[in-house]
Structures are given as C-alpha cells and as structure tokens.
C-alpha cells in the first residue's frame, strides 16, 4: 500500500528557511493530489499547499510567496521550500496524498485525502 515519510523538519529563527521532504512509496502511475498540511494540538489540520498531477499548484493565503511546492522528477518525493518562516508557522507538518487530481473547491479539506505521513515538526522561534 501507499506510504508516506515525512523527513527535513526541525528548528529555525524567525526569518530562516527550512525544506521538507515526502517519500511515497507503493504509488503507481495516475492521477494524484499530494501536499501538505499543519496541524497545532486541539485544533484542525488546515492545508498549506498542494499540487496534481498536472503540476498545478494551490497555496494558504497565509504561506503564498514564501512557501514553494514541487515534486521531484521520480514523482516519489513531494518538497516544501518554507522561506521568511514566522512563529506562527510553527506547527506539525503533514505530507497527504489523493488518488484524484485536487480539487478548487475542496483542496484544502484534510477528508480528501486517503493517505497521510506521521508527520515532522517545524518550530520557528521569535
């Protein structure tokens, strides 16, 4: 089956950069949806930034211009370049994946997605 391993989290100050990775392994060929999310303890996992297999690419407000999406050439690793990191970025990333291109209107909804990684934390200090 389908897994996914989130790897690059870790510590940084405020304003510094950090790059997180996804390995999927078990994946075949077709259409898809991978990103990330973020989710802080008692609250929702909201997503960050996604993209299909078109290579289209959906972004958070919060996260538009300092975080970029892309997949590597093996199609098996997902990347987040996260830039400018705030405090409020802190928060545990997790890498997901759809066996569907995203959707507009639902791409950002944690039950679109079927498969999930055991997340990394990110924690940005001020």
């Known amino acids: 089956d389908v897994q996914l391993v989130e790897s690059g989290g870790g510590s940084v100050q405020a304003g510094g950069s950090l790059r997180l990775s996804c390995a999927a392994s078990?994946?075949?060929?077709?259409?898809?949806?991978m990103g990330w999310f973020r989710q802080d303890p008692g609250k929702e996992r909201d997503g960050v930034a996604v993209?299909?297999?078109?290579?289209?690419?959906r972004y958070a407000d919060s996260v538009k211009g300092r975080f970029t999406l892309s997949r590597g050439n093996a199609t098996a690793t997902l990347y987040l370049q996260m830039d400018s990191l705030k405090p409020e970025d802190s928060s545990m990333y997790y890498c997901?994946?759809?066996?569907?291109?995203?959707?507009?209107?639902?791409?950002?909804?944690?039950?679109?997605?079927?498969?999930w990684g055991q997340g990394t934390q990110v924690t940005v200090s001020s």
């Open positions: 997901a994946a759809a066996r569907d291109d995203c959707r507009a209107a639902s791409w950002s909804d944690p039950g679109y997605f079927g498969y």
């Open positions: 993209i299909s297999s078109d290579r289209r690419t």
């Open positions: 078990g994946w075949t060929s077709g259409r898809y949806c």
